[in-house]
Every structure is written in structure tokens, then in C-alpha cells.
């Protein structure tokens, strides 16, 4: 079964951090690319970043100017997103996703992700 949970996120204060987790399937951690993508109000799915599985090459989001941390645990098919220096701005739900084939399609692009969690909220406050 495809599935994909998130947790970790939840309410802080400008400055503060969270590290969100997501547990995926056997099935879908094998995939070549995870990923964690936001959506705040009103706006359109962005990416956050990518990670290879098999090489653990990383890919951020422009906006992310080495605030936040992807990484994985394959012990635990658990993926991860450190966020260091949260800005009000960041207030979004945040999901993880699966997909692609090969380390060019890990950057967290829309169209390169084809499983995707329920989602977990984070909120910062100024």
C-alpha cells in the first residue's frame, strides 16, 4: 500500500526550529527521489528539497539558503526536514513526497513526484 505519514510539525516562534519525519511503505522508500514540498494559503506548491536515496545527493528550494536540512534513515524508510531560523514565511503545510528514477529528477519539482503524504502544519510566529 502506498503511504506516506508525515509528523513533527506544529507552532514556533520566529528563530525557533522543527524537524519534521515522514515513515513511507517499503514500496515507496525504495523509490529513487524523496522530497519535502509546502503550501501555504493562497499560493501554489513549492518545493523545499530532494534528496537521491541511493547517494543521498541533496537539493534545495532557492528559499531555503541553508536554513533547513534533508536526510534520511534507511533503517527506518524515515525521511527527515531540519529547519533551522524559521521565518513567519515558512507558515505552510509541509509534505512529503515520493518519485522519480534517477538523481535529476530529485530536485523538488512538481512533476517529479508522484506519492505524496497528508501533510503536517507548521506554524511560525513573529
Known amino acids: 500500500q502506498v503511504q506516506l505519514v508525515e509528523s513533527g510539525g506544529g507552532s514556533v516562534q520566529a528563530g525557533g526550529s522543527l524537524r519534521l519525519s515522514c515513515v513511507a511503505s517499503e514500496y515507496i522508500y525504495s523509490r529513487a527521489c524523496m522530497g519535502w514540498f509546502r503550501q501555504a494559503p493562497g499560493k501554489e506548491r513549492e518545493g523545499v528539497a530532494g534528496?537521491?536515496?541511493?547517494?543521498?545527493?541533496?537539493y534545495y528550494g532557492e528559499f531555503v539558503k541553508d536554513r533547513f536540512i534533508i536526510s534520511q534513515d534507511n533503517a527506518k524508510n524515515t525521511l527527515y526536514l531540519q529547519m533551522n531560523s524559521l521565518k513567519p514565511e515558512d507558515t505552510a503545510m509541509y509534505y512529503c513526497a515520493a518519485g522519480g528514477w534517477g538523481p535529476y529528477d530529485c530536485y523538488p519539482r512538481l512533476a517529479n513526484y508522484n506519492y505524496w503524504g497528508q501533510g503536517t502544519q507548521v506554524t511560525v510566529s513573529s
Open positions: 534528496i537521491y536515496t541511493s547517494a543521498r545527493m541533496t
